[in-house]
């Protein structure tokens, strides 16, 4: 084999482990730069997270309903305690759903979430849910888990959303990977009551 072919072969083969290196680490950083793009675009319903509502207030309402789900293994139940509010866009909202561990053992859970239509997530923000860390319960517990959110005054700038009065707001949650160590039991009467009391305060 010649210097020349030699050199090739060489040169070859490192553009192909150059390739493979590039397709492993597109690999590892796809679902990172994905769930980037959803937040920055809102695709597939994401929504968005935001430090305080903005300023302005329309006069144009709109309807967020709101829904529920639970993943088959955790051995919770979890449901929204209204069904719908309705609101002019930009000013703030509070809505709390419920969650109780039917199990014997403390489990963590973590919420995924999205919004329909998928094409309002860029303009629905929140600015505190219980769906922003893992939430542990004791058995038997139960707890309200407040979300705070707005729709984005700048919708009213997009024709693509004229149509739209109605955005529904959905959660899942599943059993979190990393669960607690045994801890002793927190009543559900008193989880529900110190719950209840901050709504009661966040509402005044």
Known sequence: MSRTTASKNLSVMAILLGVVA??????????P????????TGYGGYTQRADAAPDVVSDRLMTVRFNADVDDRLPWSFYPEQRKVTMPIGETS????????????AVTGTATFNVTPAKAGQYFAKIDCFCFTEQTLQPGQSVDMPVSFFVDPAILDDPNLDEVKTITLSYTFF??????DAAPEVSSATGANDTNSAREGSVN
Do not use: I, W
């Open 175 to 180: 059993e979190a990977l990393d669960q607690p």
């Open 94 to 105: 509070l809505a709390f759903y419920k969650a109780e561990n039917r199990s014997s053992r």
């Open 33 to 40: 730069l994905y769930r980037l793009f959803c937040q920055v």
């Open 22 to 31: 590039g397709m492993v680490g597109l690999a590892f950083a796809s679902v």
